[in-house]
């Protein structure tokens, strides 16, 4: 049997002097020989999907109370990437993910917790949470903050905004139609609740996956933040947090464990989801890192495989007009498992913390189901409050009718699914030997294939400033490169250009292609993550103007269209060059600890995670 792994501070004489001190922060006799249960709480003023949570690991605390363990609670930092985007600050947010997990690790191990509820939200505090949690493998929960609001719908210039979100914004602010009174409306109205961006953007889209994962409870990745329903979940992830502590450290069950919860069927059913529901690129990137943290093996081509096989059941903003508060009327993460699962396209050999096996999970919780919980048609009907505020849980409202159209719901049928391939694709091809990711979800079948020239861009910000000159011309490919996870360093989102390139217009005329990333709010005929990037040797480096580039989704390829032996003396060329893989004439300050991140740095299409032999 597993010994409490805090039995190291709280049992025996020499671990007196580390009693005292749990004494100090409140302990009692009573209190030794219970689990410790740590609370990473990722509460920040920053950011709107996290400015809700500071109270919240008191739910938390008080339900592992109740339970019998006890929680001590601590904070990590959440970059706001809408925040960062379009600057230097944007270079920050990959690495923080990596700083996120290690803190994580640091206060866990150093203080040697039992068990592990993880307070996450926005986009890299999920997947450092989890790349944390397959690490260390004890018992863990995850809950998030849950989505926000979307915004009002405002008519600007006669042409209606529809809901607003983030993006909106983004994109209004490029475009000319829409005078500055305009620009203001869309802007005062998109973001109007705390929670993450109401959009299938990267937060929502890692919350989603969690529960996929079987780590989060059924409702955590579409309960609105605003939505007293979710109080319950935070109360439940402190009891069910304790319950797995007492299989593992009482009886021996493995299967309480992450890494025995997040196998690699566990993860292909993730995937599956994040295929049906068109999620972020950057899950993409997230799921390989906590597969290597986790020692599973699953990788760039078992992700390939599942896009292949599981069609697009569901499109949300920046898809279409959906915002999570429609996904949750729909049934929410257990309705799209239970389309996949009717048809054939989940693993069943899983489970969760919160049930052994799959059908107990999808018979409760799968308003589609024969006969789903009262507990979940109540959840499902939460809906928005519609009226601007930062706290948790402040409406009850509820949706008079849940959306269970699988013809031409927010949430369909394999039978009615948008397109048979999944809502990513992997790419290959000479530009990306290693792979690519296009969000094939954010485009009409027609673009799948696309071929121009190339347009070289040696960094976002030149490629904002084109696209904001008007010196990008429709049929072109932009090149967008040195933005990989070494050569940013941090592999930036390029929300600013897909949202410039759509709000000029553009967005279906041109491609762009970057070995950087994408936000979950980019679409267009936008390929990231290519691998290698220029500043490890990829092809992408070579890419002269001019150039012609193909891109074909059906056919997952990828290619620059330049004779080998052109491009075998550019390679030369460049090897032979004073400052060979690196950009040109780019001026870009990067502190030490940015360098640290770029010195470690692996490939995109291994999770950009780092490897400390480098
Ligand atoms: C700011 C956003 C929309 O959150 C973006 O960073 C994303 O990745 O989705
Ligand atoms: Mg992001």
Redesign the pocket.
């Known amino acids: 049997m597993p010994h409490l792994r805090s039995r190291t501070t709280t049992h025996g004489r020499n671990a007196a002097g580390a009693r005292s001190l749990w004494r100090a922060t409140g302990m009692t006799d009573s209190d030794f020989g219970k689990p410790i249960v740590a609370i990473a709480n990722s509460y920040t003023q920053f950011v709107p999907g996290h400015v809700h949570l500071k109270d919240l690991g008191e739910i938390v605390a008080e339900a592992v109370a109740e339970a019998g363990g006890i929680a001590r609670e601590f904070h990590t930092i959440a970059v ?3 925040i960062a ?1 379009g600057h230097s600050g944007m270079l920050y ?1 990959l690495p923080s993910r990596e700083i996120i997990a290690d803190s994580v690790e640091y206060m866990v191990n150093a203080h040697q917790a039992d068990a592990l509820v993880c307070i996450s939200n ?2 890299k505090i999920t997947p450092g949470m989890l790349n944390a949690a397959m690490r260390l493998n004890i018992p863990t929960v995850f809950v998030s903050g849950g989505p926000m609001e979307a915004g009002k719908a405002v008519v600007v210039e006669g042409v209606a905004q529809a809901p607003t979100d ?2 909106t914004t983004i994109a209004a602010s490029a475009n000319s139609a829409i005078d500055e009174a305009g620009l203001s409306e869309v802007e005062r109205s998109a973001c109007p609740t705390c929670g ?2 109401s ?1 299938m ?3 929502n ?1 890692m919350n989603c996956l969690t529960e996929a994962l079987g780590l989060s409870l059924p409702g955590n990745g579409s309960t609105l933040a605003t939505h007293a329903a979710r109080r319950e979940l935070f109360a439940n992830a402190g009891r069910t947090v304790v319950e797995l502590c007492k299989r593992w450290y009482g009886s021996d069950d493995e299967s309480a464990l992450p890494r025995s919860i997040a196998t690699k069927e566990a993860f292909e059913n993730a995937m599956a989801l994040d295929m049906a529901m068109g999620g ?1 690129t ?1 899950t993409v990137l997230h799921i390989l890192a906590a597969a290597q943290e986790g020692e599973v093996d699953f990788t760039i081509s078992d992700i390939d495989a599942i896009g292949r096989r599981v069609p697009c059941l569901s499109k949300v903003a920046p898809n279409s007009d959906y915002h999570m508060e429609d996904v949750h009327r729909a049934g929410g993460i257990p309705a799209i498992l239970g389309e996949l699962y009717r048809g054939g396209l989940l693993n069943t050999d899983v489970h969760a913390v919160h049930a052994p096996d799959v059908a107990t999970w999808l018979n409760e919780w799968d308003i589609r189901a024969e006969s789903p919980s009262e507990k979940a048609l109540e959840l499902f009907h939460a809906a928005p409050g519609g009226v601007r505020t930062t706290k948790a849980f402040s409406t009850e409202n509820r949706w008079s009718s849940l959306d269970t159209d699988a013809a031409g719901g927010c949430i369909r049928d394999v039978e009615h699914a948008y397109t048979k391939d999944g809502g990513l694709a992997i790419l290959r091809g000479n530009l990306a030997e290693n792979g690519a990711v296009i969000k094939s979800a954010g485009i009409d079948e027609e673009l799948w294939h696309f071929q121009g020239p190339a347009r070289v861009l040696e960094s976002q910000e030149e490629a904002v400033s084109a696209i904001l000159k008007k010196e990008i011309q429709p049929g072109e490919v932009l090149v967008i490169r040195y933005e990989g996870p070494a050569g940013g360093p941090g592999m930036q ?1 390029m ?1 600013h250009p897909t949202a410039f390139l759509k709000g000029s217009g553009l967005g279906k005329k041109c491609a762009l292609i970057t070995d950087g990333r ?5 679409s267009g005929i936008s390929v990231g993550h290519i691998s290698p990037e220029a500043a490890a040797g990829g092809l992408i480096g070579l890419v002269e103007n001019g150039d012609q580039i193909v891109l074909d989704v059906h056919e997952r390829r990828l290619e620059l269209l330049v004779e080998p032996e052109v491009l075998a003396e550019r390679r030369a060329k460049m090897d032979a060059s004073e400052r060979p893989w690196q950009p040109k004439d780019r001026h870009r300050p990067i502190t030490s600890a940015l360098r640290a991140y770029a010195r470690m740095a692996t490939s995109a299409d291994t999770g950009a995670v780092r490897d400390p032999s480098r």
Do not use: H, K, R, V
């Open positions: 706001d990437d809408g985007m947010s926005c986009d983030l993006i993450s961006c959009g953007f990267t937060a889209s972020s950057n989102e929300l994408f936000s979950g709010g980019s």
